[in-house]
């Protein structure tokens, strides 16, 4: 059964950073694309950030470009996203996804993880 397990939750003041994390088993991990979805409490689920199978290509919400940082690791089968200068509109819950086709948007996600919350306060 494919897993994709989330970390690095956390509460900082907005201009922080955080790094999250992704694992994933019981995936060929290198032949997915990967990507991080958000969604803040009365909205709905926004993409944040994908990458293609090997990491050369990548998306970036306007919202958090220049400032987020995705990158994965296929021989750990780890995704990354590197969140610096947060802002308060970034509190959210935050997904990791696989997708067979990039790049990764809400409807053609394959596995979900479960969640790590974000919060920034100002």
């Known amino acids: 059964q494919v897993q994709l397990v989330e970390s690095g939750r956390g509460l900082v003041q907005a201009g922080g950073s955080l790094r999250l994390s992704c694992i994933a088993s019981?995936?060929?991990?290198?032949?997915?694309?990967m990507g991080w979805i958000r969604q803040s409490p009365g909205k709905e689920r926004e993409e944040v950030s994908c990458?293609?199978?090997?990491?050369?290509?990548?998306y970036y919400a306007d919202s958090v470009k220049g400032r987020f940082t995705i990158s994965r690791d296929n021989a750990k089968n780890t995704l990354y996203l590197q969140m610096n200068n947060l802002k308060p509109e970034d509190t959210a819950m935050y997904y990791c996804?696989?997708?067979?086709?990039?790049?990764?948007?809400?409807?053609?996600?394959?596995?979900w993880g479960q969640g790590t919350q974000v919060t920034v306060s100002s």
């Open positions: 990458t293609k199978w090997s990491g050369g290509s990548t």
């Open positions: 996804a696989a997708g067979v086709t990039y790049p990764l948007w809400l409807w053609n996600v394959d596995y």
């Open positions: 019981c995936l060929s991990f290198d032949d997915y694309a």
